[in-house]
């Protein structure tokens, strides 16, 4: 970030020394997501997700002896593309895949790059459920592997906390699912094995974020993310919590498997892999048949789930002698489902809100739609609310919100780096005269000070701990205000109705100008029986 504008910058590394740093795109609006591979004659393919005319693209860049080449647009024009990837196969030719919000959904798309021109656009997949987070690998005969996450249909519309169990929608972390296909010769086929089959009970709506290696003799490497819980708990009107949903206390961990022949090898757990829901996985083939894979963790240990040093770790992969089958394939045998139809009526609504003009006198006032109360994984609670790149996704494309405030507790627990990263996030997603993201987090405090969004209006400002004294309620919120004074902030109370509301003791409207009455995914505390509201039986939300 220079300038309050994010760009992509590389430089060299020749054995001895580091070139100097260059300077790779150079649009106002943010360039993100990057991918870079080399091709067998030396050439790199630089992918990414850069926001043009207000949408996010995906592009591609490819370095040969002469330099960089222009930026070329990839994805389809006028709908929001996100995650590339990109391999590159032995005869040079590139492809991309990437996942769009095409449909009302996210699908997945696939395009090839050769001789200075990409190929027609292919629909991976076309139907109503949540597909996204793609990764794709070239393998020795030239069959191109992708892999991708799956979540039910209507992901992020009409969901709130009360309704998970309805079927209809599907929560920012409703479960996913690796799904798996190659591409050979124009023919989709899938592995005759099926990924799952030697998974533990249960594992198959808990995993996430394949990344695939094929290695230098053939097999077939799979990393990904798998969500695991410390334990769970129940909901009135439920006889048991569902285990992927409602956990509270949960980390991911990597885990690995290849395939081989027609079978998939026994799960692989990587050590000192625990971290947040949206740490990736980076690995790539060695020459001696083994692979080596690097990862970010935070080393949250099971006793308290909370986030300790991060750290980056390496491994080797080795597959300790065994000669490899070359992988064993069958032809698609279900046709895909049609793709939905999109949402005229919502499409229709939110153009309305857009339009509207209301003028006071000589004044001209709009309506801007937003949310102030959004959790992410980095919450303790923060159960099916998923990243926080993929909160960026459901305010963009599925709510179609003009901005959002990240407000997890403390910015979780009052630690550094998730607040830092937090703020950075706000500043990936600023689309000027598009959509604004705002520096928040939620100071959580019980019955009598209660619950507080805190939003600021500048970066930097870490958060404020709450003392035992406000915890206790024997202090009120002096010190908040004064805060908030000093640093451009101010603050909204929330959940005004419950346990978590305040007794407005001692409200500020210099630093305390609004208060939630309603949020999409709790409730209203408007007044009691208006729809969605607060009612006894749920006390703590």
Request: net charge neutral; hydrophobic share 35%.
């Amino acid at each position: 970030q220079v300038d309050n504008n994010w760009d992509l910058y590389g430089r060299a590394w020749d054995g001895l020394r580091w070139s100097k740093i260059e300077r790779i795109t150079d649009n106002p609006a943010p360039d993100v997501s990057h991918k870079l591979v080399a091709g067998a004659s030396g050439k790199l393919y630089l992918v990414w997700q850069g926001f043009r005319s207000g949408c996010s693209t995906i592009l591609l860049k490819v370095l040969d002896g002469a330099g960089w080449s222009e930026e070329i647009p990839v994805s389809e024009p006028g709908v929001n593309s996100w995650d590339p990837a990109v391999a590159v196969d032995d005869s040079g030719k590139a492809y991309v895949a990437w996942d769009a919000y095409a449909h009302d959904n996210y699908d997945v798309f696939l395009r090839s790059y050769a001789k200075g021109k990409l190929s027609e656009l292919i629909a991976v997949t076309r139907d109503p459920n949540f597909q996204a987070h793609v990764d794709l690998a070239c393998d020795r005969q030239g069959r191109v592997w992708l892999a991708w996450d799956e979540s039910g249909p209507r992901w992020g519309k009409d969901v709130d906390y009360k309704n998970y169990r309805k079927g209809e929608s599907t929560s920012l972390w409703d479960g996913r699912t690796i799904r798996l296909a190659c591409w050979d010769n124009g023919v989709w086929k899938h592995p005759a094995a099926d990924l799952y089959s030697s998974f533990p009970e249960g594992w198959e709506r808990l995993t996430e974020l394949p990344k695939l290696v094929p290695d230098s003799s053939g097999r077939l490497w799979l990393f990904f993310r798998h969500r695991t819980l410390k334990f769970q708990f129940s909901r009135i009107g439920e006889q048991k919590a569902a285990i992927h949903l409602l956990g509270r206390g949960a980390r991911w961990d990597v885990f690995a498997t290849s395939y081989s022949g027609g079978a998939w090898s026994p799960l692989i757990s990587i050590p000192n892999s625990s971290g947040r829901n949206d740490v990736r996985v980076a690995a790539f083939p060695a020459r001696d048949g083994s692979v080596w894979a690097g990862w970010a963790s935070d080393q949250r240990p099971w006793d308290t789930l909370s986030p300790q040093r991060s750290a980056v770790f390496l491994t080797r992969m080795d597959p300790g002698g065994i000669r490899p089958a070359r992988p064993v394939l069958r032809n698609e045998e279900q046709p895909r489902s049609p793709a939905a139809p999109p949402d005229m009526k919502e499409s229709g609504a939110v153009a309305r809100v857009r339009d509207f003009k209301l003028s006071v006198g000589e004044k001209p006032y709009r309506i801007f739609r937003g949310d102030l109360h959004r959790h992410t994984d980095i919450s303790f609670d923060g159960f099916g609310d998923g990243s926080l790149l993929d909160l960026y996704r459901y305010a963009i494309d599925a709510a179609r919100l003009d901005f959002v405030a990240v407000t997890d507790h403390g910015a979780g627990q009052d630690r550094e780096y998730p607040w830092w990263q937090t703020q950075k996030s706000a500043d990936l997603f600023l689309v000027s005269n598009v959509f604004v993201p705002l520096y928040g987090y939620e100071r959580s405090l019980g019955y009598p000070n209660g619950h507080r969004n805190v939003i600021f209006a500048r970066r930097g400002i870490r958060t404020l701990p709450a003392s035992q004294a406000e915890g206790a309620g024997t202090e009120g919120a002096a010190k908040l205000f004064a805060h908030l004074k000093a640093n451009q902030g101010i603050s909204i109370p929330h959940t005004s109705a419950t346990e978590m509301g305040t007794d407005w003791r001692d409200n500020d409207p210099k630093v305390e100008p609004l208060v939630e009455i309603f949020q999409g995914l709790r409730a209203s505390y408007e007044y009691a029986g208006a729809p969605r509201s607060e009612i006894k039986d749920y006390p703590n939300f």
